[in-house]
């Protein structure tokens, strides 16, 4: 059948076809503005009259009990949803005062947002309302969500593990070794230190075992490096003189415009770390920079740092490097009283081969 098809159809498919998508983002986006609008006016709505008529929180509870009878099974309008609504209002209200809603003014439902809401869905800004009080840090993760195109459940994830106090909090020499603009960008993509929660390492792990990982999690990883961070390989292979050398890991930066290569350290920082970043990233930059690339990043992830050994081993290193610190907060969670008193896995199994023996032979 695709053989008879005449010369032309397939790319005339494929730009219908992408003018479809396109037209379904733009109607998302366009029903999550409408809804939006509706909850900012409805929030006000109450704000406004319960500032003008002194009327309480009870009255709350009766409009979700009165909107759910008037459309059953419409999703929305409970009274936790509603409240939502009255503080959401309340974090972005209009630029200009206005006067209190009475029935007449029913028009104004249709009334644009304010500048500043964030474009984002109501789940996003239901947790930033719910989870962050300060109005700042609030609009500090808004932006940062729409920058990196983070689900709900990501939101989440980066509000627990306060990702405002890491970001930007490696240990760098950026300043010294690239240009203003660019070495500013450089510091505030690097953290301190990765929370990767969604590995599970033994005490005795390995480099090795760390980095397949990170690898076989790289989407998750790429979501902790942030936004920016295109993966290149593992285990690169550099060939200098007659020795072989292989990369840990190596990452494209697209807004920076470089290489960024990653050691992996599950030990404290050494100096000599340091030096041997030096070497790869002088190699990177001779064997695979493109000339319109910017100058390439090491970083140098430890399971712990002395800040003023790291300090002190990057003073005179002239490739731009930066060291931070890795965990995993799923195993730093536990209590120290009660990892010893938890069961092997050996035991569990142990446990379960002589529970089902039992089972079987009563």
């Known amino acids: 059948m695709t053989a008879d098809l005449p010369d032309g159809f397939r790319p005339f498919a494929e730009a219908l076809k992408a003018h479809i998508r396109e037209a379904q983002v733009r109607a998302?986006?366009?029903?999550?503005?409408?809804?939006?609008?509706?909850?900012?006016?409805?929030?006000?709505?109450?704000?406004?009259?319960?500032?003008?008529?002194?009327?309480?929180?009870?009255?709350?509870?009766?409009?979700?009990?009165?909107?759910?009878?008037?459309?059953?099974?419409?999703?929305?309008?409970?009274?936790?949803?509603?409240?939502?609504?009255?503080?959401?209002?309340?974090?972005?209200?209009?630029?200009e005062a206005t006067e209190a809603i009475v029935p007449q003014a029913?028009?104004?439902?249709?009334?644009?947002l304010p500048a500043g809401v964030p474009d984002l869905p109501w789940g996003h800004l239901s947790v930033l309302l719910e989870r962050l009080k300060d109005p700042p840090l609030r609009a500090w993760y808004a932006r940062a969500a729409v920058e990196g195109g983070w689900s709900r459940a990501v939101l989440l994830a980066?509000?627990?593990?306060?990702?405002?106090?890491?970001?930007?909090?490696?240990?760098?020499?950026?300043?010294?070794?690239?240009?203003?603009?660019?070495s500013d960008l450089a510091r505030q993509s690097?953290?301190?230190?990765?929370?990767?929660?969604?590995?599970?390492?033994?005490?005795?792990?390995?480099?090795?075992?760390?980095?397949?990982?990170?690898?076989?999690?790289?989407?998750?990883?790429?979501?902790?490096?942030?936004?920016?961070?295109?993966?290149?390989?593992?285990?690169?292979?550099?060939?200098?003189?007659?020795?072989?050398?292989?990369l840990d890991l190596l990452f494209y930066h697209l807004k920076l415009r470089c290489f960024v290569v990653i050691e992996l350290k599950t030990v404290a920082f050494e100096p000599e770390f340091a030096g041997k970043m030096n070497f790869y990233l002088s190699a990177v930059d001779a064997q695979m920079r493109h000339p319109s690339d910017g100058p390439s990043l090491g970083v140098i992830l430890c399971k712990g740092r002395d800040r003023?050994?790291?300090?002190?081993?990057?003073?005179?290193?002239?490739?731009?490097?930066?060291?931070?610190?890795?965990?995993?907060?799923?195993?730093?969670?536990?209590?120290?009283?009660?990892?010893?008193?938890?069961?092997?896995?050996?035991?569990?199994?142990?446990?379960?081969r002589a529970t089902g023996t039992s089972e079987e032979n009563p």
């Open 28 to 95: 998302a986006l366009a029903v999550n503005r409408a809804l939006l609008t509706l909850y900012w006016n409805i929030g006000r709505a109450i704000a406004e009259r319960q500032e003008a008529e002194g009327w309480g929180a009870r009255v709350i509870d009766q409009l979700a009990d009165e909107i759910q009878r008037a459309f059953p099974g419409v999703a929305g309008f409970s009274r936790t949803n509603i409240y939502r609504m009255r503080a959401f209002y309340l974090a972005h209200p209009a630029a």
């Open 106 to 112: 029913v028009g104004r439902f249709s009334e644009p």
């Open 158 to 182: 980066q509000i627990d593990s306060r990702l405002h106090e890491r970001e930007g909090a490696a240990i760098t020499n950026f300043a010294r070794t690239l240009p203003p603009p660019q």
């Open 190 to 246: 690097l953290k301190d230190p990765y929370v990767f929660d969604f590995l599970t390492l033994g005490r005795d792990a390995q480099e090795r075992d760390l980095e397949a990982g990170l690898v076989a999690h790289v989407e998750r990883f790429l979501m902790e490096l942030g936004v920016g961070f295109a993966f290149v390989g593992r285990q690169v292979h550099l060939q200098v003189g007659a020795q072989d050398f292989y």
């Open 308 to 352: 003023v050994v790291v300090e002190y081993a990057l003073r005179d290193v002239q490739k731009p490097i930066g060291v931070a610190e890795w965990e995993t907060r799923l195993v730093a969670s536990l209590p120290a009283e009660l990892e010893g008193a938890l069961p092997s896995v050996e035991q569990l199994e142990a446990e379960l």
